[in-house]
């Protein structure tokens, strides 16, 4: 019976470890442009086959200094995505008709490394659905390491 609550006890805490994510954004050491581009093109395909840029708009969460973050809205935008930034430098508007304009999907990434076995790591976060895909460095190019993980 110890064993089985203990297991249970294990489980719970586990999956708040892995649910419970306060932070986003770029969490690479430092890596060459070519790399984050590569992934934020790839990220944008996915969120076209899922989010029609006509129809959909985006409400990025975060800033976006990093190489991948400005890459991403860079691209989104030419695809025509509507998106509202977080620009840091600029006063907050709080006036109801400001907030109440702009309504979209949430958007938030991360972007981190496995370091024991050598991949990179992106999730995208979409409202409260996320999709993850794994990148591996292969002569000096990275490439995806496997299909998109939906969670809905």
């Given at each position: 019976?110890?064993?089985?609550?203990?297991?249970?006890?294990?489980?719970?805490?586990?999956?708040?470890?892995?649910?419970?994510?306060?932070?986003?954004?770029?969490?690479?050491?430092?890596?060459?442009?070519?790399?984050?581009?590569?992934?934020?093109?790839?990220?944008?395909?996915?969120?076209?086959?899922?989010?029609?840029?006509?129809?959909?708009?985006?409400?990025?969460?975060?800033?976006?200094?990093?190489?991948?973050?400005?890459?991403?809205?860079?691209?989104?935008?030419?695809?025509?995505?509507?998106?509202?930034?977080?620009?840091?430098?600029?006063?907050?508007?709080?006036?109801?008709?400001?907030?109440?304009?702009?309504?979209?999907?949430?958007?938030?990434?991360?972007?981190?490394?496995?370091?024991?076995?050598?991949?990179?790591?992106?999730?995208?976060?979409v409202g409260d659905?996320?999709?993850?895909?794994?990148?591996?460095?292969?002569?000096?190019?990275?490439?995806?390491?496997?299909?998109?993980?939906?969670?809905?």
């Open positions: 019976m110890r064993k089985i609550t203990l297991i249970a006890l294990l489980l719970v805490g586990l999956s708040g470890c892995a649910t419970i994510q306060s932070t986003y954004g770029n969490f690479l050491p430092p890596t060459p442009a070519s790399y984050t581009k590569t992934m934020a093109e790839d990220a944008v395909k996915q969120l076209l086959i899922l989010y029609p840029p006509g129809s959909t708009r985006f409400n990025l969460q975060q800033t976006t200094p990093d190489n991948f973050g400005t890459t991403l809205v860079e691209l989104m935008r030419a695809k025509g995505y509507a998106l509202m930034e977080i620009k840091p430098e600029l006063p907050v508007q709080r006036s109801n008709e400001a907030t109440n304009s702009y309504t979209g999907l949430a958007l938030r990434y991360i972007l981190d490394q496995v370091n024991s076995l050598n991949l990179y790591r992106l999730t995208l976060l659905q996320s999709m993850t895909r794994a990148y591996r460095v292969q002569d000096s190019t990275v490439h995806p390491a496997g299909l998109w993980s939906r969670k809905e």
